[in-house]
């Protein structure tokens, strides 16, 4: 299984995805390390990416999915996956990558930008991104009111999964 968590920048992907994944003992991605030395710039300047801009990270992204889906190797990756044709891209296997979305208001992930440090990319950016979002209507969708912790729970709850193994079978 491949599990995406997926959102606007702010909304915790990296936090409850990293979470999800130690709780489960699988790899833990996060789609920022794939993006080109161009688009961070372009982002640190303040700049929203264009779909030409995301091409090749969403394929060199699906050619990470694909790779450990090949192996066997479970994985949870941290990804914005805004428009539905982006998660498309990113679906390579229907039946073995699922999506979470973590939602939440514009105020609270404008706080929580304008809190963390270190990161590319600025609270500036953060309508453009919700601007661009298209809702799943295919994701497990949380509301990232919850603390990190209850939202693993819920993803683990909803995916019948349990820490460090692989989905239980019905």
């Known amino acids: 299984m491949f599990l995406i968590i997926m959102g606007v920048s702010g909304s915790g992907k990296t936090v409850v995805g990293s979470l999800l994944a130690k709780e489960l003992g699988w790899e833990f991605l996060d789609a ?12 640190q300047s303040g700049i929203p990416l264009t779909d030409d801009d995301r091409g090749e990270w969403l ?8 790779d450990r889906l090949d192996h066997d190797t479970p994985a949870v990756l ?9 998660r498309d891209v990113l679906r390579v296997d229907p039946d073995r990558v699922r999506f979470v979305y973590l ?11 304008r809190d963390r440090t270190g990161h590319f990319m600025p609270p500036g950016l953060l309508q453009s991104q919700l601007s661009t979002l298209e809702e799943p209507e295919d ?3 949380l509301n990232i009111h919850h603390s990190p912790k209850e939202l693993v729970d819920q993803i683990l709850q909803h995916f019948n999964l ?4 692989t989905p239980r079978q019905p």
């Not at 394929?59 to 694909?66: D, F, R, Y």
């Not at 941290?78 to 982006?86: E, G, P, V």
């Not at 349990?162 to 193994?165: D, G, I, K, L, T």
């Open 139 to 141: 994701a497990l969708t």
């Open 78 to 86: 941290a990804c914005s996956a805004l428009k539905q044709r982006y």
């Open 59 to 66: 394929t060199a992204l699906a050619g990470v999915i694909s």
């Open 32 to 43: 920022d390390d794939y993006h080109s030395p161009q688009n961070v710039a372009k982002m």
């Open 103 to 113: 939602k939440g208001s514009a105020d609270l992930i404008a706080k929580r930008m």
């Open 162 to 165: 349990r820490a460090h193994s």
